[in-house]
């Protein structure tokens, strides 16, 4: 399966986990959720869509009422498919969810998988960001070092050119710096109120024990009584 190929089968089944569509449907939403998208056609979406029910990722279901049904046959037209993802579909997609190699930090890749961070957990998210961040740097040490090495022989508007370019890349990895340090106080933030939960509960768990404690004048108090009246024949 190429890249590009793999970026379709996991936004077709991230999308189709939100709700069945049939595909008319699908291609908007790939088209304005996910902007790398818009060149693709139905040439492109459809062989996608039979391999994932071949697989049995997703199944094709009738989605016209039974009137539209009847009326099918006699204006020509085709009911209307859609697709719904099926038990193995989510699994695939959970699998797919949790790869944080090379291809999720690249330009196509990382866009798709940042839309669909809503379902990621935060862990596979902060290998993302930060796989992410390190080719971005990668790639400016590279336009720094071709632009040092060419500066002399290029004119003043492909100069400019190569500037925006960087510019825009440090944009990211700043932008990657802001995302990163949020998922970290996050992290930290929940860490934190586990701890004190922890905490809680073993308080909760600890057997309750007589209070022992003395008071500066006097002799200890007994769980659940008062302290004796110096003044009774028994305290003495």
Known sequence: MSRRSGVLEFAVLG???????????????????????RAFSYGSLYPCLKTLVGNGWLIEE???????????????RRAKIVYRLTAAGKERFEELLSHTGPDAWEDEHFGVRFAFFGQTSRDVRMRVLEGRRSRLEERL??????????????????????????????????WLNELIESERAGRDRRDGTAGQDRTTERDEDRPPQQDQSEDADGPPRHRGGSRPDPSDDTAK
């Open 141 to 174: 040490d590279k336009m720094r070092a071709a632009m040092a090495r060419t500066r002399e022989r290029l004119d003043d508007y492909t100069l400019e050119l190569q500037r925006h370019g960087m510019e825009s890349v440090e944009r990211e990895v700043r």
């Open 15 to 37: 999308l189709l986990r939100e709700s069945p569509m049939h595909g008319y449907e699908l291609r908007k939403r790939l088209n304005t959720s996910l902007g790398v998208f």
């Open 62 to 76: 009738s989605g016209s009422t039974s009137q539209d049904a009847l009326a099918a046959p006699l204006s020509g």
